[in-house]
């Protein structure tokens, strides 16, 4: 089974409004909630590719209750951690005409670093015993200490179980340094950390920072991967217009299928390009369109990639 | 006691951002949440008052069982009825620097009107046996037949208990037919019901409608109250500016409870208006300062009313 820990999880709750005024008073038409948070997104992914997934995080309060009863009848393995706080909200408010989006997003509970911490790290612990790959997902809620996903990488390391992990701020630049397999930012939290524009640049200087290897997302133009065993490029047949909620995500659950699933690195990288653009055209934010990523998969471009000089 | 009931009971969930800026991202600085519904409102006023109050309606799904939460270790008795629906949210988003908020609500759960109906209007004949006087607060949730309060109207008045509706559109129209003791309505809602915006024209077609007493709300200027012992304008010494929020609900509460202790109507209207407007000088959306309604109370101009020629 692929694990998967959101230490930050979120019940993403979406409302429809004609369009949004700022100062003026709306109705809202229709009210969708669902479990959210990277790392729920990511094992929806690897459900929906046939292998098992077992979610970790914390979870917790009323918040937390409605999230795991619409978690309960979806294929990942519920394995939250509880916590006193009540687990946040992601309100996405969605222009009817439009389609716009306006995002609110609650900043998570305090979660305490003695008792609930500690719990959750027995909880890791037991998990990563059946674990195939654990992917380390998105931000850290208030009270973990920001150097949490390097501790995360060390045991999964120690446990000899790959470890992918995407997060931004410090926490990443934390985590790098304790040699994750896999990395997988985008150009903003790559120059962030690298202070370099150029994406082949910062790939290699996240590298020499302890990744083994980095994926960088070129978001519409697929990623650039560098490995231990090369560098590649790969991208969709055509850049695709629509919702880029989620496809990082999509991407992490296409690297991670494919790593346990035996495949080399091109064909990796073909599945999770295949699996964000699918994500991008599909109507509901955060879903992958199966059809479309049937007919991408075998479209994909992998190329050994060429420095220009 | 006073009774109040709130059929459309609400979670207010209140969102502080920097500004709100439609189709970007925002994070949420500080979540606030509290019962809501403009019959919990009068309720809580009711309470700080010192008079008994018991709230009822729906409440139900996860949301219902947080607001029951909060509203639990306050004065207001619950006796609210379950319902399977999930009780709606509403929110308001406030910009940080300015104080201007952006309010989405949501629409309420489907109540149904053989099983749920019927059990609200049990508990609300057992509660009528007790309650000095009664208000009807708010709009109906799906599924709530349009003629709801006329039929509350008339239940309370068969058990010989004072009533008020508070409401608008056609469940007010249909409401004032069953002939309620009081009507609160702004001036919006009587230019709807009545299609005058004179406020002495409108309230005086609103009492032949069936209302014994209008009370018409003139915002900052006071009331006018046209009642079976005669016409009265109530006005605080000086408008004042602020967060009209629940402003009438605190006039509601200031009408029922000098009600349920016998005063006069001058007393009556000087109550009502020294606590709405005690409720717009609140820092905090509605509550109501109780050092400014103690200073105004004595200083409301209550005047018999004098058409102009």
């Given at each position: 089974m692929i694990l998967t820990v959101t230490l930050n999880t979120a019940l993403d709750v979406t409302y429809t409004v004609d369009a949004l005024v700022p100062h003026t008073s709306h109705r809202v038409g229709e009210v969708t909630e669902r479990p959210g948070g990277k790392g729920l997104n990511v094992a929806r992914v690897l459900g929906a590719l046939g292998h098992d997934s077992v979610v970790t995080g914390f979870a917790g309060g009323p918040t937390g209750d409605v999230l795991r009863s619409l978690l309960a009848p979806l294929p990942p393995r519920d394995a939250l951690v509880p916590v006193a706080g009540n687990t946040r909200r992601t309100l996405a408010v969605t222009d009817r005409s439009t389609g716009d989006t306006t995002q609110l997003n609650e900043p998570g509970p305090q979660v305490s670093a003695a008792a609930e911490w500690a719990a959750f790290l027995r909880t890791y612990g037991e998990l990563l015993a059946d674990a195939d790959a654990v992917a380390l997902c998105g931000s850290l809620p208030p009270g973990?200490?920001?150097?949490a996903y390097a501790e995360l990488v060390r045991i999964a390391r120690a446990a000899a179980v790959p470890v992918l992990l995407d997060t931004s701020g410090e926490p990443l630049r934390r985590g790098i340094a304790a040699r994750p397999d896999l990395v997988k930012p985008n150009a903003e939290e790559l120059a962030q950390l690298t202070?370099?524009?150029d994406p082949l640049r910062a790939a290699g200087d996240a590298r020499r920072r302890g990744a083994h290897t980095v994926i960088a997302s070129l978001g519409p133009d697929g990623v650039l991967a560098l490995t231990p065993d090369g560098v590649w490029r790969a991208a969709p047949p055509a850049p695709v217009r629509g919702n880029p909620t989620g496809a990082g995500d999509s991407a992490v659950a296409g690297l991670l299928s494919a790593l346990a699933e035996g495949l080399d690195w091109p064909e990796r990288l073909a599945r999770a390009v295949a699996l964000s653009t699918a994500t991008v055209l599909?109507?509901?934010?955060?879903?992958?369109?199966a059809a479309a990523y049937a007919e991408l998969l075998p479209r994909i471009v992998v190329e050994p990639h060429t420095p220009t000089p």
């Open positions: 973990i200490h920001v150097g202070g370099s524009r599909a109507p509901t934010a955060g879903e992958f369109d």
